[in-house]
């Protein structure tokens, strides 16, 4: 039978440009679906970069304005893979164009722009998902299959971290190309739109809604030279760390913390949960890996198991390879992209959605606001 | 050369009077000491189990009232092993008889009888030392070595966590014998001043003093039978699990944890430092095991290493076995109590001491104030 | 600049036919070469089963015959992914039409097929590979570069396992499209040839020649239910386990061992090697990890060292994404098809060679000798 | 009620000596048991090292000759800490004197030594232990009641290594003091009595006797010099290494290996075993853990378990601190000593007794044959 055609057209070549592009390329060839995704056109602003990079990845034309991307008739959808501060705009208009609309996290620079999105796709009524690619590690999916299938119980307690270390360094830059995610003017945010918004999204998903916070932030080297002129250096206003204790809606007490200045973490996305009748624990460094602990087995043998999440019975991974084969970063996305292809085949669609990621932003924005205020926030 | 006695009178038959019993009974046959503890006379208020337990640890003689037990000639020594409600007006008085200090942790109730305590104490110019027998974990020792040496450096990150599941059940009493650490007329507090002070005097001494605190704390059950008359169910006044953001006073940030609510941990008491230099992790359930990230390694060989802290090099451990044979809990109160021996013989005295248990019982205050005021406090 | 194309035919739809497919989709989006693969033409003998692989995949033609995808003008490079006991006629009648010839290992059935393939090889001079993809794990890489960089010094030790556990059940049937593994007249052998070459091609790789082996082998399940026949039922020939000891040339001892009855071991393949400075440890079950010990390091913090294996300084990740990112199982073929395109490039020839693989099919040859002769036999 | 004394007389000082002072002096304050042990005579020829021993530990008398202590009267039991070379004289005498015997393994300098204990002290009738203390790590006591709980199942594979790397270095002395384990004279052989006997007694226990071996040793260091007179160099005639197949009664198959010549590991002393229903593995290094895979668990939660074996039901835990709390390598003979009390007082003997070590000591000649004449032994 022959696939529906779903004609694509991304915005950004960077890292996501990258692995979205990947995901578009390798996707039907693991999964069986009715969609298949055409890469139709990709848009960026320098085109001595764009054209080398729709060259490799098979995109079948270039844009260098987003604008004429979305008024393109052969365009299906809008994937949105460029810096923060674009988001907005491009996801406002492609949803008033009638595209649907796939949006990078963060779904924007602050909550008030997340909810102008969210109504503009709400109105529109168009298909639409926000990359929360670390979802998709089958590890998280099993933990959420866990959780429904009520192995947790009562949740007494839930904690992350997403610890990295490369901007230690003061001679780091920031802003331009690939460092926009060290200038607040385009990111909106450091590490609290960036890595917790990650952690925020998984913990909602898991454990429900988020009450109030409590926050603390720091930025620990307080100028650094610009990606685009060394020779200036200004003042660095994102976030290089942030912690801060949280309430759950249902009474669970929990703790965040991210930072990009933990020596010898790489890109330590973690979570715990503790419930009545079990835990749960997953560190993305371990991504193929969770543990479980079963309050109901055996006294005796009451232990934390190491689940290594590449059986055909685990989420996603009857679509890869065999037992004890790993699949990578770069999956996530892969596997992503088919369930929201699956959304469109089913009728159920995906999640998250931007109603979702809104949800998610909400969070962050009182975490900002709390370390600001020094003081609790309602979300 | 035959050794000094020094006659110990201690007070507590319960876990930590057994625990201390061992210590005495052990440490001049590991350690080399001008000083051998004599066990001279347990005391606690009910004779049919201090007999049994004098006997069965070779104490000398048994008294049934503190007071009495200070006013003995024959005694130099008093250690504090009982209830926390009782530490105050026991180290007052034997402070003021003259008598060396050692006292289980928490120092006291709060703050405030600390604080008496500390001054009488150095009034009276005794000898003293706080069990916070986890600086004697070989591990941690070695850790403490290593910050010494310059090996971490400017300290960016601190978090702690101190994790068990053991009052999950409603059915578990408080108060009595044996779980006076329930009762909050008898504890002071919960998981702040039993689990949290062993965390916070760990902190304060690899990483210097702590600024000020955001703090939350949670009671999940409610009322609790009591354990000398179950048919009667009181309210649980304790902290069953206590978090918090903590700025150090050289700026770094940290978040500290405590919970009896954690499903499969049993005494996680873990710590991570990250520095410009170096990062180290521990965790008391892997107690002979210190986690080191060395920055200065050559980059394609960085990574965590697992120092299996065995060695006669490492703290300690050339008094006891052989490479690869670890020591238990039980020893870092050896290990104490031999460093507490070797100040009275060198004339450096050993830490901590009443002064530095104050410091850590002026954190636990500020956190358990800052969990009921809802906002930052200063230590 | 335009890529030279390669135009390739492959034999073989199953796991690995998928396996190297997927490599020549990907492998210049990631890696930026000279040369480009062309994927002509894929060959197997169900034409049912063929075509919708074909069209998947993107190959441009099929063939039912092998011996006519070989006479084909325009392929340049013959693959063999097609069960092991076709891989001699196929590589020999490649060779001899001047065809470049990739080959998955096990190199043939036995070393006397191996070598006339070899020769076959040699005598045509055309360019080849054996896929022990393996090799190509970035954390395997780096152990080959740790012991080149001389960081291992003279070996003491070598031991290897690659441990699963499918075949436990007696119910599992044997021969037919997907289970051949499970038919010693398809496969040669059962776990000797199917994992132990790859522990033996890594042991050479990364410690030098075998001298002499002392074997056992066991056939746990006796009769197995045909694939293709369920109701008939055949004696199983295959070794469903593999143990021997070992000299190196060098004087090292080694253990191997292999076996599909390792309850809870999915895939474990480990390799330790002991030398005088240093140790090396893997486990393909946490594939992005190496662990090293370095007896250079300072006494007290000598520990193994658990390198993350994701960044740019690592073999081959600077082709993926960002440190703490991993890649999957897959992309060790593609890692191994960019060296061989690169050796195309470069004029240094890609290794392991059919050479190579005849060597360490001489190894599993005597290994099945010495389980057989209950004696040490000489490679 | 009054204990029944035990009148202990043990014969060396050196490591075990220490160990088992410790373990008389301890055990009955952490056991309830009927008996309780006299330390009435060390036993060694150097006086001036023996004096402050017997002081230490509190050792009422001391001999220098072995022979005067079983003459005397006021002795009930001789406990065998020798080197080995000494064991069968002194084990044969004793048991003729009618004194009960305990005796460090490995029990003879060969299985004909061995023999003729055995059937000495069989013929004698006394009571008598082997001091393979790991049975008493109580994390493998776990795994002996989980393979006799059924568990594990039919046994397919067993896999047990022993290494350490404290005679790397050639400057390392042999003979001695305290490095007789490297004179071949006074220690019967190298790794395979010294640490094999370990692996070997621990295999039996949980899988049942061993059929046939194959084995290689290796002497890496053929020269050194002797501890008591570094001048002299002398040939090094035991193992440095030892590594065997062998086959259990029950058709499972096995590897073992032991080296002193493993850089980085310390005491890893590990087993794994492969049943139908489960499989188990335990390291030394980690002694507080037990792992354990249950094939019965849902599929979707398969997983190795961690098992922190330091919960009240667990082997001896209830006799020591709380959960979470770990014991050290000296309590493995303070558990070993409580069960052999327990044995007389029940009247159900312990094990292991010298007739089982007689078993491990026959699979030791068996392996050190089959490495002289290389080929499969039967035991």
Chains 1, 2, 3, 4 share one sequence.
Not at 319 to 338: D, K, S
Not at 348 to 356: A, C, G
Request: overall charge negative.
């Amino acid at each position: 039978m022959p696939k529906k055609k779903l004609n694509m057209g991304l915005i950004g070549y960077g890292f996501m440009g990258r692995a979205h592009s990947n995901a578009y390329n390798k996707v039907n060839k693991f999964f069986d679906l009715e969609y298949e995704p055409v890469l139709k056109a990709v848009c960026a602003r320098k085109e001595a970069i764009l054209k080398p990079f729709a060259e490799r990845w098979g995109w079948e034309s270039t844009e260098t304005d987003w604008r004429r991307l979305i008024e393109r008739d052969d365009i299906d959808c809008i994937d949105i893979g460029s810096p923060n501060n674009t988001h907005r705009d491009i996801a406002v208009a492609a949803a008033e164009a009638g595209k649907m609309v796939l949006c990078e996290k963060p779904l924007a620079m602050n909550a008030a722009e997340g909810l102008e999105m969210t109504e503009a796709i709400e109105k529109a009524g168009v298909a639409n998902m926000v990359w929360f690619n670390y979802r998709r590690v089958p590890a998280i999916a099993l933990a959420k299959q866990l959780v429904d299938e009520g192995r947790i119980g009562r949740v007494f307690h839930y904690r992350a971290k997403y610890l990295q270390d490369w901007t230690i360094s003061a001679d780091v830059p920031q802003g331009g190309e690939t460092l926009w995610r060290l200038d607040a003017d385009v990111a909106g945010s450091g590490v609290t739109g960036d890595l917790l918004a990650h952690s925020i999204d998984t913990a909602i998903w898991l454990a429900g809604g988020i009450d109030k916070v409590s926050a603390m932030t720091e930025t620990f080297i307080k100028e650094r030279p610009t990606q685009d002129d060394p020779s200036v250096t200004r003042e660095v206003k994102i976030d290089d760390a942030c912690a801060f204790l949280a309430r759950f809606n249902n009474g669970a007490l929990a703790t965040f913390e991210s930072t990009r200045y933990a020596r010898g973490r790489k890109n330590q996305n973690t979570f715990e949960i503790n419930g009545e009748k079990g835990s749960l624990f997953f560190d993305l460094e371990d991504a193929h890996q969770l543990q479980y602990f079963n309050h109901d087995d055996d006294e005796h043998v009451h232990g934390w198991r190491t689940i290594l999440v590449t059986d055909s019975e685990h989420p996603y991974m009857d679509h890869w390879w065999v037992p004890g084969c790993v699949i990578g970063y770069e999956h996530t996305f892969i596997n992503a992209l088919a369930d929201f292809l699956q959304g469109l085949e089913t009728g159920t669609p995906v999640r998250p959605n931007f109603r979702d990621a809104l949800g998610t932003q909400r969070v962050c924005d009182a975490v900002l606001k709390s370390a600001r205020t020094e003081a609790w926030e309602k979300v």
